[in-house]
Nanobody, 119 residues
């Protein structure tokens, strides 16, 4: 059974920082692209940042220069360093991974971690 488990969310003041982690576990053969999504109340889930297996990254415009996505392939872990946080960054953040297991290729999601930025 493959699992993605996020951690690192919480309450932070405007201008503060948080680091999210997402650990993949289970019978994995390969992790392709990974990404962080977020969903604020009443809004659709949106891609925040993505990273390919070779380390190429992309960011949603509003987080460019403030957030940094990275991954440790040896630990099967994805990170999101969030700096200069704003109230509009408040959302539930979800980890996503394109994985290959013995059963084939599938898209997996974590359970989500709440990030709240107070003004």
């Amino acid at each position: 059974q493959v699992q993605l488990v996020e951690s690192g969310g919480g309450l932070v003041q405007v201008g503060g920082s948080l680091r999210l982690s997402c650990a993949a576990s289970g019978l994995l053969l390969r992790i392709n692209s990974m990404g962080w999504y977020r969903q604020a109340p009443g809004k659709q889930r949106e891609l925040v940042a993505g990273i390919t297996s070779d380390g190429s990254t992309n960011y949603e415009d509003s987080v460019k220069g403030r957030f940094t996505i990275s991954r440790d392939n040896d630990k099967n872990t994805l990170y999101l360093q969030m700096n200069s946080l704003k109230p509009e960054d408040t959302a539930v953040y979800y980890c996503n991974a394109d994985l290959i297991t013995w059963e084939g290729r599938s898209d997996y999601w974590g359970q989500g971690t709440q990030v709240t930025v107070s003004s």
